[in-house]
C-alpha cells in the first residue's frame, strides 16, 4: 500500500477553479492507476476521474467532463486534479486513491488519503 496526501482544497466563488494535488509520503505513487473521488453531505462517494500508471487514459464522470482535468506528473510523484467552472454542486470532499488500474469504481482502490475539503459558494 501507498500512503497519499491530498492537497489545494479551499473555498472558491461559482465559476471559479482550483487544482487539487495527491503525492505520495513515503513511498511512491508512479506505479498505480490514481482516482479521485467526492464525498458530499448526505451523499455517497462518487467517482469523479480516474488516470492510469502511464498517464495514457484518463477518465471522467459525465457531471465533471468538460470542466476537469486529470494528469500525472510522475518525475514529480504527484496526480493533479485541475477544477474549473466550479458549481456549488461541486462542494465536497475529495478524496485520492490508489489502485492496481483506472477505475471509476471505489472497490478498485487500496490505498486512499484523508480528503481535502472543496467548498463552492459566493
Known amino acids: 500500500q501507498v500512503q497519499l496526501v491530498e492537497s489545494g482544497g479551499g473555498l472558491v466563488q461559482p465559476g471559479g477553479s482550483l487544482r487539487l494535488s495527491c503525492a505520495a509520503s513515503g513511498s511512491t505513487l508512479r506505479y498505480y492507476a490514481i482516482g479521485w473521488f467526492r464525498q458530499a453531505p448526505g451523499k455517497e462517494r462518487e467517482g469523479v476521474s480516474c488516470?492510469?500508471?502511464?498517464?495514457?487514459?484518463?477518465y471522467y464522470a459525465d457531471s465533471v467532463k468538460g470542466r476537469f482535468t486529470i494528469s500525472r506528473d510522475n518525475a514529480k510523484d504527484t496526480v493533479y486534479l485541475q477544477m474549473a467552472s466550479l458549481k456549488p454542486e461541486d462542494t465536497a470532499v475529495y478524496y485520492c486513491?490508489?489502485?492496481?488500474?483506472?477505475?471509476?469504481?471505489?472497490?478498485?482502490?487500496?490505498?486512499w488519503g484523508q480528503g481535502t475539503q472543496v467548498t463552492v459558494s459566493s
Open positions: 486513491a490508489a489502485g492496481l488500474r483506472a477505475t471509476m469504481t471505489s472497490g478498485g482502490y487500496h490505498s
Open positions: 488516470i492510469s500508471a502511464s498517464g495514457l487514459s484518463a
